[in-house]
């Protein structure tokens, strides 16, 4: 869906067409309600004859999903055009930078792959000084001492303050 | 009176006013993050306070409590990373007043509101309380329901300028609250237990406002040089004050009751608070960037909300919330004898919290106000380090729940989602009342017909539902004349505005 | 100067200074050989300040203040009443530093989650304490005895509305379908109205939302105290001090009925690091702190190890078992 995105991102200003991505929206709203419909299907009768059935309010959420996503369809064809969110920090006007995003998301998805085995001491680090970096901070010795410094901290504010064990991982024994 | 004089001579004695200082201290700093809250607090903490008498850990206990509410806003208006499910409201304005340089403003009116909703509330409880406690218990699930569904009525004041957007995002919201077993079986769990118990609202909020904020604007990063947020006035001007004021007092009158209703629900009060604020406010236009009355009243509902938990908490030894059921083990820990008798058997303790209460309360203005330029400065730091730190605290916050690295992975996906959100212009604030509303509507309607064996009738058999159903049949009758009267220009095209679409139309075939 | 040769100084330094943090014996996660001072982890399978919670933290500060044990690392494991929890500790299979506090609620959940981490996988250490089922109705309440609500209950079994402060699974659940069996009233058709802990429990039954609340009674002490609420009968082999009602037994109906806690290790631990456990447990049992606890916390002492606790967690096990296949639930 990315890819989309930023074309359409790109030809935005010059072309005030239809919003082709946002069909994929809609179909991914009626993915979802066809699920949560699937789900609720697949429930049994609860135990005690009950008037509100497991299966009821999902059944309700999930049949109004895919109403939303066809109509949303019927929308789009129609020319409604989202308006993407405005803020201080961001610049409308050039195209979704898929990169940095991509990025970001694998700084955090490097997190949660390595937290078990490095420990929180480690990954916040690396979670700090990565995001400090792909976000365009290039001074990456001050980057990972913050970093460093954050995430080291935080584990021992944690572990002996506040008494919640965050696990060491690899550092257990060290720390 | 005497009785209160009293109290405040316990509260006010150095000692304890050491241990409400600790207290308060405590509470903002564990408030600050996400995953750690005064429930929490109060548990780790409740070992060392069987050391030191009882007033004195009752009286922390009351710093600690007060202080998460306020810990709790600081890092929703800053970071936008809401500690407290009943501060997730806050985020909404107050981060977009922290990003236009009006930090100082938003932290000042959330604190001084409050303070003022705290010291109301703290009053009412004083007088209200042994009064009301029977009342409360007549409450059952068809009034909550009524209630619930007023609150839901009250969405369709948020949902923003696209009614189509706003049902979308409301009705992910409702998806999302559907995961777990709490039916007895598992819905949407994909067979993992780690979503048996369903997806925590602070998580959900987290991870749209603060992950889903940080991919967004990794997307579009401003590539010229960025300027630095101003920090602007450090103070609230004359402006600020009149348009505060009156929140703060609706936000208590909102937050008292709810907080007193043993299944209310801290998140809301907060939210209906919003709500009004945005269908009374003279700028609603201002609402979705910063306007002040959407944290000055929700901030006063959430204060006012806490203290009105004590009421079932001491009039009856009823605990409804996490944290006041948590005071009540310290107090029977202490070998008090909860429930109806307490304010009859130990009138100076009772009175003692009370006094201190408002001896927390006032503790945290005089060292929050100063502090609000202060923190607004935090927002100086570079940009880049300023959403790193963003992902750091989140994550932090996830992860500090379970050490688990699938509370990460929700994050992210739900973050995910968030960052589509931005992209079409999906509102963010139905989705949140829809994973809270949900479960809570599903559960009253289940109980209620329950216990009538599928009875209907049972719904509007409590005066409480009979008159919040009226109120809300009343408000749509004033709606119907006065949306009669100027129709809305800024409908969805396809619900209002056929002909423009039309136009847009030809414009693809050509 | 290049930057990644200061870099690796930097990093160098940090090295330093964490070897150093450690050889100076900052290192707070270390543990130790000796047995009176061995660094344990303790597994809670719900949040702080729950029933669990209360029970495993009051074990391991008098382990801990009687330097039966070092240190405890108490991580609260939440996630679909404790199955999350029993699947970490199966995952710690032959861990020589963990224990498991656990109980009746766990055993249930792990059948109506359909979870493979069942208790009788783990290793038994010992149980700890219990807490007595009540029946419970409002001030005024036709019900008056035992034999009002078993005839009540006879004539309209679904009528009659069941409330408890437990999900499916749980105590407050297991208690009312296996009180409808003995009783003969076919556990499907019970009414039971969960209820989200004992705060909401009371509330609807101080409004007479419903007609019998079943829960342990620690809550309740207060209503009872009052004359708010009355209890038409406890479930243990023996009357409970304080409480004026008789056991399930003295009024005619054959049931005994406790929730319980214990602790559980992981599998394929050693003998002797199963000895160990159970030995300091045992002495941690008799402790003047662990007395206080129980004191404080109104739990009844119902310690038991070894081949004892075995066959009890077996029984139990079964017992839970055949309630939930009944219902449909496992």
């Known amino acids: 869906m990315s890819t989309t995105t930023e074309e359409l991102a790109d030809k935005r200003p010059l072309h005030p067409l239809i919003d082709k991505a946002q069909y994929g929206l809609a179909a991914f709203l009626a993915l979802a309600g066809g699920y949560v419909l699937y789900d609720a299907a697949m429930l049994d009768d609860a135990f005690a004859d009950q008037p509100v059935q497991p299966y009821t309010l999902p059944f309700i959420v999930g049949g109004g999903l895919v109403l939303l996503g066809i109509l949303l369809a019927v929308a789009t064809a129609r020319g409604d055009r989202p308006e993407a969110e405005e803020g201080e920090d961001i610049d409308l006007t050039q195209g979704t930078d898929v990169r940095t995003v991509g990025l970001l998301a694998l700084v955090l998805i490097g997190n949660i792959l390595l937290i078990d085995w490095l420990g929180w001491a480690i990954t916040g680090a690396f979670v700090f000084a990565g995001a400090a970096t792909v976000l365009g901070s290039r001074n990456w010795v001050r980057n990972i001492t913050v970093g460093v410094a954050l995430s080291v901290g935080s584990w021992y504010a944690f572990y002996v303050l506040l008494g919640v064990p965050i696990p060491a991982g690899i550092l257990d024994g060290v720390l | 009176m005497d009785l209160l004089l009293d109290g405040f001579a316990t509260a006010l004695t150095p000692e304890n006013l050491l241990f409400a200082t600790i207290g308060v201290l405590l509470g903002t700093a564990v408030g600050v993050l996400p995953g750690i809250g005064p429930a929490m607090t109060l548990a780790l903490l409740l070992p060392v306070t069987y050391s030191v008498g009882a007033d004195s850990a009752i009286i922390m206990f009351a710093g600690i409590y007060y202080g998460g509410m306020y810990g709790g806003s600081t890092t929703s208006i800053l970071l936008n990373t809401p500690g407290e499910s009943s501060s997730v409201i806050t985020a909404i304005e107050g981060n977009k007043m922290a990003k236009a340089g009006r930090a100082s403003q938003a932290l000042a009116t959330a604190a001084i509101g409050s303070f003022v909703a705290g010291t109301i509330a703290t009053v009412l409880l004083w007088v209200v309380t042994p009064f009301v406690a029977d009342v409360v218990v007549t409450l059952g699930s068809p009034s909550y329901l009524a209630l619930m569904l007023l609150a839901l009525f009250a969405v369709t004041a948020v949902l923003g300028s696209s009614k189509l957007r706003g049902f979308i995002a409301l009705f992910l919201g409702l998806a999302v609250g559907l995961v777990g077993t709490s039916t007895g079986q598992a819905r949407l769990t994909f067979g993992n237990p780690l979503l048996a118990d369903g997806i925590d609202i602070v998580v959900v909020a987290v991870a749209l406002f603060a992950i889903g904020e940080a991919l967004w604007v990794a997307a579009h990063l401003r590539h010229k040089p960025l300027e630095i947020i101003p920090v602007g006035q450090p103070w609230m001007n004359k402006e600020d004050w009149r348009r505060s004021w009156k929140p703060w007092l609706r936000g208590t009158a909102f937050g008292f009751p709810f907080g007193a209703l043993p299944a209310g629900g801290a998140e809301l009060p907060t939210f209906l608070s919003y709500a009004t604020e945005k269908k009374l406010s003279r700028h609603p236009e201002e609402f979705g960037h910063g306007a002040i009355e959407g944290v000055a009243g929700p901030e006063a509902a959430n204060n006012a909300s806490a203290a009105g938990t004590l009421v079932p908490l001491l009039a009856l030894g009823l605990p409804t919330t996490a944290t006041a059921a948590i005071m009540l083990v310290a107090l029977q820990g202490y070998g008090f004898q909860t429930g109806p008798t307490l304010m009859d058997d130990h009138p100076d303790l009772v009175w003692a919290l009370l006094a201190s209460l408002f001896v927390a309360n006032t503790l945290l203005l005089i060292i929050n106000l100063p502090m609000a330029p202060l923190w607004a400065k935090l927002l100086r730091i570079p940009r880049p380090y300023l959403y790193a730190g963003i992902l750091f605290f989140a994550s932090l916050g996830a992860y500090s729940v379970n050490f688990q690295a699938f509370d990460l992975a929700l994050l992210l996906a739900i973050g995910a989602l968030g960052f589509f959100m931005r992209r079409f212009g999906i509102p963010v604030l139905p989705l949140i009342i829809g994973v809270i509303l949900g479960p809570k509507i599903e559960e009253q309607l289940t109980t209620a017909l329950k216990i009538s064996q599928g009875d209907v009738s049972t719904l509007w058999s409590e005066p409480v539902a009979v008159v919040v159903y009226a109120v809300m049949a009343l408000l749509l009758v004033a709606m119907a004349v006065t949306g009669a009267r100027k129709p809305s220009p800024s409908e969805s095209p396809l619900l209002d505005a056929p002909g423009d679409s039309n136009d847009n139309k030809e414009l693809v075939e050509r | ?330």
């Open chain 3, 1 to 330: 100067m290049h930057p990644s040769r200061r870099m690796f100084r930097i990093l160098a330094l940090l090295t330093a200074l964490v070897l150093a943090a450690a050889v100076s014996g900052c290192g707070v996660t270390r543990g130790s050989d000796d047995p009176d001072n061995r660094r344990l982890r303790m597994l809670i399978p719900n949040s702080v300040g729950g029933g669990y919670d209360l029970t495993g933290r009051a074990a391991a500060k008098a382990l801990e203040d009687n330097d039966l044990t070092g240190r405890f690392e108490i991580t609260n494991v939440q996630g679909a009443s404790g199955t999350v929890a029993m699947q970490r500790l199966l995952n710690e299979k032959g861990a020589d530093d963990v224990m498991m506090l656990m109980g009746l609620g766990v055993v249930g959940a792990v059948y109506t989650n359909k979870s493979d981490a069942t208790p009788l996988k783990m290793t038994p250490i010992a149980r700890l304490v219990e807490e007595q089922e009540g029946i419970l109705v409002p001030a005024d309440s036709p019900l008056e005895t035992l034999d009002d609500l078993v005839k009540a209950w006879k004539d309209d079994p679904s009528g009659l509305t069941v409330g408890g402060g437990s999900t499916n699974g749980g105590p407050d659940h297991l208690f009312p379908m296996q009180l409808a069996d003995t009783i003969g009233i076919n556990p499907n058709d019970v009414n039971y109205i969960s209820y989200d802990g004992g705060g909401p429990l009371t509330t609807a039954l101080l409004g007479s939302k419903i007609d019998v609340g079943m829960s342990g009674l620690g809550e309740f002490e207060g209503q009872i105290k009052d004359g708010k609420l009355r209890v038409l009968a406890v479930s243990g082999e023996e009357r409970l001090s304080g409480v004026d009602a008789p056991t399930l037994t003295e009024a005619g109906v054959d049931l005994v009925f406790t929730n319980w806690r214990g602790v559980l290790a992981p599998p394929g631990i050693s003998d002797e690091q199963r000895e160990y456990l159970v030995d300091r447990l045992t002495q941690m049992h008799d402790t003047d702190e662990w007395r206080a606890a129980l004191d404080a916390n109104g739990w009844t002492d119902n310690f038991a190890t070894g081949k004892e606790f075995e066959d009890f967690l077996a029984e139990q096990d079964a017992r839970v078992a055949d309630t939930l296949k009944e219902l449909g639930l496992a």
